[in-house]
């Protein structure tokens, strides 16, 4: 799902708020959720998907980038809900901010059982100047080398995306932060 809605002016007046609580079940064996999520758009965005892994060997993955500017905000988390036997979920959450925007992730993992094998990490960042001051001591332009790091940044989830869509959500993404930063 890609969400690009209206954030308002530079100062986020006549803005649309955007809350997702997706929900899903796995209730059947090897079962699988998979979501991709990218949002570039509301002025405030509440992002909290949920996956219940109640069948044996189900899996659930959710991989977002959430591209803020301006004065937008965003607050994220994802809850997997191991049910069943040998389940495993993936969590893919990244947050590109530009200009004065926030970015929020609430990642909480509670294990229950010793035998469970868990990994977790959460990134965040802001383009800053001194990124783009490096970029440009090599000659690239501010507006490239803020697509390089965009690109890179969030290529977990841009590989995930259908051939199809790839190049087009970059350049919604790379054309969001034109002019927020330099």
Not at 122 to 133: P, V, W
Request: glycine share 10%.
């Amino acid at each position: 799902m890609v969400q690009d809605s209206c954030a308002g002016d530079d100062e986020g007046k006549g803005e649309v708020h955007n809350f997702v609580a997706k929900r899903g079940v796995c209730a059947g064996a090897r079962s699988k959720i998979s979501w991709i999520q990218l949002e570039t758009g509301s002025a405030i965005t509440w992002k909290y998907p949920s996956v219940v892994l109640k069948g044996d060997d189900s899996v659930g993955e959710f991989y977002s980038v959430a591209l803020t500017k301006n004065h937008q905000q965003a607050d994220m988390g994802t809850n997997m809900i191991h049910k069943g036997k040998n389940t495993r979920s993936r969590i893919v959450s990244k947050g590109i901010l530009a200009g004065n925007s926030r970015n929020c992730y609430r990642g909480l993992v509670q294990v229950k059982n010793r035998k469970a094998n868990i990994e977790h990490e959460a990134s965040i960042s802001k383009i800053g100047d001194d990124q783009l001051f490096y970029f440009e001591q090599r000659g690239i332009e501010s507006e490239k080398a803020m697509a390089a790091m965009i690109s890179g940044f969030g290529r977990v989830v841009f590989n995930e995306l259908p051939d199809e869509f790839c190049t087009e959500v970059k350049q919604l993404m790379n054309s969001k932060v034109e002019g927020s930063v330099g």
